[in-house]
């Protein structure tokens, strides 16, 4: 089974409005993180946000927030006031356990995004 | 935030030849470094872990002696591309990081486009 899936192979959005990239997971471990990053056509990844299983609130970075819905395994990135320099793949990566389990991490199938002008 | 390189960007070889890729730690010691491998459109899937001093620890179906990886030191990490065949062409990244237990940010190379001809 997949352990993250992200459902959509490609989305659009007008400049300045927002957008939110699905992802969901699957782990039967308590401990785990909950990543997303950016690759542009250049093909670096940038890592945009994070999300630990045992956070209370929802993380935020700037334009960036996580909708983390731990019930139903989904972990959303909603961009806000979306910019041409947006345009990008998007992955859902998640680290699972804990301490012995290092820095691993599994990458969702991704999400190109294209924000028109 | 930490810098890791990869060297080379890009590399063009010739069936049958053998390619070494170099990552590199910058400016943090990278106990586990991990190399990725992303074909076009597709996601990263892990191709093996490898910690300075011990062996790779190499994902079920990767050819642990076509992908040679070598963790001499802290900061360096290689991987060498025995016998390329032009189905090994592919984007190869690299990434490392602390070891931190909770938020444990995995940091990317910039990754190395290799083409076998």
């Known amino acids: 089974a997949q352990k993250i899936t992200q459902t959509q192979p490609g989305m659009f959005v007008q400049e300045k409005e927002a957008v939110t990239l699905d992802c969901t997971y699957d782990t039967s471990d308590p401990s785990y993180g909950l990543f997303w990053y950016k690759q542009p056509s250049s093909g670096e990844m940038i890592f945009l946000i994070y999300q630990g299983s045992y956070d209370q609130q929802n993380a935020t970075e700037g334009r960036y927030s996580l909708n983390f819905q731990k019930a139903r395994k989904s972990a959303n990135l909603v961009i806000s006031a979306s910019q041409l320099g947006d345009s990008a793949m998007y992955f859902c990566?998640?680290?699972?356990?804990?301490?012995?389990?290092?820095?691993?991490?599994?990458f969702g199938e991704g999400t190109q995004l294209t924000v028109n002008p | 935030g930490a810098v890791v390189s990869q060297h080379p960007s890009w590399v063009i070889c010739k069936s049958g030849t053998s390619v070494k890729i170099e990552c590199r730690s910058l400016?943090?010691?990278?106990?586990?470094m991990f190399w990725y491998r992303q074909f076009p459109k597709q996601s990263l899937m892990l191709m093996a872990t490898?910690?300075?001093?011990?062996?790779?620890?190499?994902e079920q179906g990767v050819e642990k002696d076509k992908f040679l990886i070598n963790h001499a030191s802290l900061t360096l990490s290689t991987l060498t591309v025995t016998s390329a065949h032009p189905e090994d062409s592919s984007f190869y990244i690299c990434s490392s990081s602390q070891g931190l237990v909770g938020f444990d940010e995995q940091y990317f190379g910039p990754g190395t486009r290799l083409t076998v001809t």
């Open positions: 990566a998640m680290r699972e356990g804990g301490e012995t389990s290092g820095s691993r991490l599994t």
């Open positions: 400016d943090f010691q990278a106990t586990t």
């Open positions: 490898s910690n300075e001093g011990s062996k790779a620890t190499y």
